[in-house]
């Protein structure tokens, strides 16, 4: 089984950077993507960036340019750094990866982190 475990979020005043984290550990043989979302209050949830396994990143338009998604593969970590940070980016933050568990089982798994709270005062 694979364990995504997130860190890092908390408060800030807008203007203010905060960076996410989120260590996989388990079986893991390959990553394919890695995701972050968001889900503020009474809204959907959105894919906030995205990185392929051949580090193609990808970011919606509210977070282009503030927001950047890297990942240590020696660590099996992602992070999410979020600078000039607003009140619109207040939500829960998930951590969503696509794994290969093994290399005799070529599905790619779906797993999820328990998110963690971004809160931005005004």
């Known amino acids: 089984q694979v364990q995504l475990v997130e860190s890092g979020g908390g408060s800030v005043q807008a203007g203010g950077s905060l960076r996410l984290s989120c260590a996989a550990s388990?079986?893991?043989?390959?990553?394919?993507?890695t995701n972050w979302y968001r889900q503020a209050p009474g809204l959907q949830r959105e894919l906030v960036a995205s990185?392929?396994?051949?580090?193609?990143?990808y970011y919606t338009d509210s977070v282009e340019g503030r927001f950047t998604i890297s990942r240590d593969n020696a660590k099996n970590t992602v992070y999410l750094q979020m600078n000039s940070l607003k009140p619109e980016d207040t939500a829960v933050y998930y951590c969503?990866?696509?794994?290969?568990?093994?290399?005799?089982?070529?599905?790619?798994?779906?797993?999820w982190g328990q998110g963690i709270q971004v809160t931005v005062s005004s």
């Open positions: 969503n990866q696509q794994i290969q568990i093994s290399s005799l089982d070529f599905t790619v798994y779906d797993y």
């Open positions: 990185m392929s396994s051949r580090a193609i990143t």
């Open positions: 388990g079986s893991i043989f390959s990553v394919e993507n």
